[in-house]
C-alpha cells in the first residue's frame, strides 16, 4: 500500500513540473511564466518529497526530505517576487496588460 501512494504522490509531482515547464515554455510574458514557474512547480516538489518520505524506512531521512519542501516554500515565493519586481522595474513585463498597477506610485518603469 505505501508503495502505491508513494508512486501516486511521485507521478502526480513530476505530472504538476511538466506542467510548469509548458507554461514556462508557452506563455507570453515574464508575469505569467513566474506564475508558472513557482506555483505549480512548488507543489510538484512537495508531492514528489512526500511521496519519497512515505517510502523511507527511518524517519531522519524523511524529516531531510521534508525541510527540502519547507525550505522550496520559503524560497519560491521570495525568487518569484524578486524576479517580477526587477521585470517591473526594467519595463520587461507586458504593463499596459495590467489592470491595477499598485506600483506606479512607488517605482514607475523607466519610459
Known amino acids: 500500500?505505501?508503495?502505491?501512494?508513494?508512486?501516486?504522490?511521485m507521478l502526480t509531482g513530476?505530472?504538476?513540473?511538466l506542467v510548469?515547464?509548458?507554461?514556462?515554455?508557452?506563455?507570453?510574458?515574464?508575469f505569467s511564466r513566474m506564475h508558472a514557474a513557482t506555483k505549480p512547480s512548488t507543489?510538484?516538489?512537495?508531492?514528489?518529497?512526500v511521496?519519497?518520505?512515505?517510502?523511507?524506512r527511518e524517519g531522519g531521512d524523511a524529516v531531510a526530505?521534508?525541510?527540502?519542501?519547507a525550505f522550496?516554500?520559503?524560497t519560491g515565493p521570495v525568487a518569484a517576487h524578486m524576479i517580477g519586481r526587477a521585470a517591473y522595474r526594467s519595463g520587461a513585463g507586458a504593463q499596459?496588460?495590467?489592470v491595477v498597477d499598485e506600483l506606479a506610485d512607488v517605482s514607475a518603469p523607466p519610459a
Open 43 to 49: 507543489l510538484g516538489l512537495l508531492l514528489i518529497t
Open 65 to 69: 526530505l521534508l525541510l527540502v519542501a
Open 14 to 17: 513530476v505530472a504538476l513540473a
Open 51 to 56: 511521496g519519497a518520505a512515505v517510502r523511507m
Open 1 to 9: 500500500m505505501r508503495d502505491v501512494l508513494s508512486a501516486v504522490l
Open 72 to 74: 522550496q516554500f520559503v
Open 20 to 30: 510548469a515547464a509548458l507554461g514556462l515554455v508557452r506563455f507570453p510574458d515574464v
Open 96 to 98: 499596459a496588460g495590467l
